[in-house]
């Protein structure tokens, strides 16, 4: 499990085995905020271990102020979907080596996402400006959870079943891309008086999932065996029926846009690919 405060990170753990004594976690410490920091846990990981059979990028900040990482990104950028790009480009082989020696679904990836994509600005992403400094919050926000349904679709691409390196015995790979729902979670912190009002309305009114139930969909897409290979690339929210594919927007099937993603991500990281995995 990774943490980015090592304190909380441990009680965490310290929770989950009271209610599952035999659990076996370990702790990576990460802080998404400096991708330094991603690649050393990644290196700890592939130090440590031997396989890997599921990858649940799941830690986000929402609408937060405007604020540039150490790295000179936007912090929500950053955090919510070039961290978890890196993090997972560094464990992918790894991965694809435990599933060349497993049946077909034993190895996945869940990008956790957003309904709140559909508030990217025009374009999807503006990779003239994808700071974003002159529009608000949740433009920001949208464009980075974009980001995450348009590296799931790469990943399906390249990995997924029918994939090259699926044909070709590379490894196969099911990738997910899940909206929990609207969560009790400590995510919205940063908002303002207006959002946190309709919030108390909504729990009020029994529209927001606790914390456990907002978890069902990652980990049916994680772990389930009633995924199907179907499923794989898809975007998915939680309803009564797992794996229900919801609507996504235009630029979420861009696979245009998927694509020119995927260059300028490997062009401005190019140094963690050559010297990490």
Known sequence: MCARSPKKG???IANIKKIHPSASIDLLQMDLMDLDSVIAAAKSFLARETTLHGLVNNAG??????EMTKDGYEAQWQTNYLAHWVFTEHLLPLMLRTAKILPAGSVRIVNLTSSGH???PKGGINFDDLSLKDSGPWSRYGQSKLANILHTRTLHKTYGPGSPSARNGGGEIWVSSVHPGVVETNLATALGWTMTSAL????MVGLIFPAD??????????????MT???SGGYLEISKRFGEPRWQSGAAKDEKLAERLEEWTRKVRAKDIAGGC
């Open 61 to 66: 900040i929402m609408a937060t102020p405007f």
């Open 118 to 120: 559909l508030s990217a």
């Open 200 to 203: 108390s309305v909504m729990r």
């Open 213 to 226: 139930k907002g978890s069902w969909t990652s980990l049916y897409c994680a772990a389930s065996q009633d």
């Open 10 to 12: 441990t009680e965490a």
């Open 229 to 231: 290979a179907e499923q």
